[in-house]
Each structure stands twice: as structure tokens, then as C-alpha cells.
């Protein structure tokens, strides 16, 4: 799974991640880790972004996630 993360967002406390995985490209954005001070810690959302990746890639190989269907115009 390629998996690319984009920048921490103050005001809402997450980062922007797609996933791509079998052919299927997945973005969402993943709550972020933060340390003790409240600063962006991203090691740790490093860490809880493959977390949330093996959970995509579950759904992907289960058909629940899938690239939308092209439109028939």
C-alpha cells in the first residue's frame, strides 16, 4: 500500500491521507497524535495512519472501499 500524508491541520487536529492499494485510491483525513505540550507529533500519527491503513486495505479487498464508477456521459 502506497500511502501519502499531508499537512497537520491546527483547526481540526487531523492530516489528509490518501491510500492507494489494488488500484483503488482511498483520502480521508486521520486524527492526529499529539505530544504532552499539544504540539503535532508525527511520529506517532506515522504510526496510527498504518494503523488506519490495514483497516483500509481490509475494506478494499472487501469491495467496501472502491474507486467511484466512471460516469456513463
Known sequence: M???IG???TATGTVPVTFEHEGV???RD???CLTDAGKFNAKA????VEEVALG???KIELGVIAN???DPA
Open 2 to 4: 502506497k500511502i501519502t
Open 7 to 9: 499537512k497537520f491541520r
Open 25 to 27: 485510491r482511498h483520502r
Open 30 to 32: 486521520v486524527n492526529a
Open 45 to 48: 500519527t506515522a504510526a496510527r
Open 56 to 58: 483500509v486495505a481490509h
Open 68 to 70: 467511484p464508477e466512471p
